[in-house]
């Protein structure tokens, strides 16, 4: 503390508390404020000036909090950094010379809980954060999440969620926020539905356009697995009238964009099984249908053996849309296909049907009053 050349003094003060009780369930892991401050020596101008800087850091732990009894295990680490600039003592020099808070980083981690016979939930996770939260910067957040309702199941699914700072609309370009998640595990929506694979992707931008505050982009994915006889078990009918032993397969992909005129595209595959029966139709659809050459599709396979009855069919279809940008349809394209069928109609008779295509052609033309009409072409082979 002893004066400088110039007469000014400093002072340096380093603190450290480790656990520190504060309150019932609120403990204080680790404390460290430190700062160093400094008095001017009569400078002209700065006589009775004051400069400060420091920082502050520490972990506090609560263990409950009052009035939320499933709230468990919360964490704070915090980090400030803070400084005060001496006071111009003439007017000429107008200085601030207030505190300023430079920087402050804030770490939470926490958990909830609650085991009841009815619903079961629990999260865990953190958010980390840093003020100001200026261009460059980014705040974060990540949970993991398990939730059971009577039938319904869901174990380790993970959000994350980042926050990007400074982000304006001259920056159209770049997320504002995104945020994405996943199960690990599959979702058991109920008895005899579960749903695999699932996730999902989702930034969101500032928006451009007139009436418009944000824009979105993403894309959402899942398998939904649908067992029948499980099924028939927990509506107590009949498995026979829902088909015992089946399974209905839905696997899909959505993907979404609605910056400028927006865009959207969806593929999706359909599977049912049986004891007899393998059927499979798979779609793909996008709006941007015409633009380079991109169209429309579906196809399908089936396989049959069933007693009496065995036999193969494929069937395929192509939508073709305007090059120019409208995505209209304006033609199509579909093939069907029974490479072999075989049906035993009595121990000496069998009938056989082999290679049976069929085709038929569209195409969409456009009426001078405005409407649409279409023209077919069919053709049939078969041997």
């Known amino acids: 503390m002893c004066a400088a050349e110039d007469g000014s003094r400093a002072i340096a003060v380093n603190v450290t508390v480790t656990d520190w009780e504060i309150a019932t369930g609120v403990m204080l892991n680790a404390g460290a404020p430190n ?6 020596g009569g400078a002209e101008g700065w006589g009775s000036g004051l400069s400060l800087s420091g920082s502050m850091s520490g972990e506090i732990e609560l263990a409950l909090m009052a009035g939320i009894d499933n709230l468990r295990d919360v964490t704070f680490t915090v980090f400030a950094a803070f400084s005060k600039t001496p006071c111009a003592a003439a007017a000429e020099h107008p200085k601030p010379c207030g505190f300023v808070f430079n920087r402050l980083d804030v770490a939470i981690g926490f958990e909830i809980a609650r085991d009841d016979p009815s619903v079961q939930y629990s999260v865990v996770g953190h958010l980390d954060f840093t003020y100001p939260c200026e261009y460059g910067n980014t705040a974060n957040g990540k949970a993991v999440l398990e939730l059971g309702i009577n039938e319904f199941k869901m174990d380790n699914f993970t959000i994350s969620v980042t926050y990007y700072c400074g982000v304006d609309k001259a920056m159209a370009e770049l997320p504002l926020l995104a945020t994405q998640g996943a199960s690990v595990l599959p979702v058991q929506l109920t008895e005899s539905i579960a749903l695999s694979g699932f996730s999902f992707e989702m930034k969101v931008y500032r928006a451009t356009e007139a ?17 029948f006889a499980a099924a028939a078990h927990a509506l107590s009918t009949s498995a026979a009238a829902l088909g015992a032993e089946s399974n209905l397969v839905v696997s899909t ?49 089936t396989f049959i053996e069933c007693q009496d009855i065995k036999g193969y069919a494929q069937i395929a279809g192509t939508q073709f849309c305007s090059p120019e940008g409208k995505h209209e349809a304006i033609g199509y394209f579909v093939t069907i296909t029974i490479p072999s069928l075989s049906i035993q109609i009595t121990d000496e008779i069998e009938v056989i049907v082999q290679g049976v295509t069929g085709h038929l052609r569209g195409r969409v033309q456009e009426e001078a009053s405005g409407g649409a009409s279409s023209q077919l072409g069919r053709r049939y082979v078969s041997r």
């Open 211 to 227: 009436g418009r505050r944000t824009n979105f982009q993403g894309v959402v994915k899942g398998v939904i697995d649908t067992n």
């Open 253 to 301: 992909e959505v993907m979404f964009d609605t910056r400028g005129e927006g865009s959207w595209g969806v593929t999706a595959r359909i599977t049912y099984v049986n004891e007899c029966l393998t059927a499979t139709l798979s779609f793909m659809a996008t709006s941007n249908c015409g633009v380079n050459g991109e169209t429309r599709a579906v196809t399908g396979d």
């Open 35 to 40: 700062f160093v401050a400094v008095k001017s």
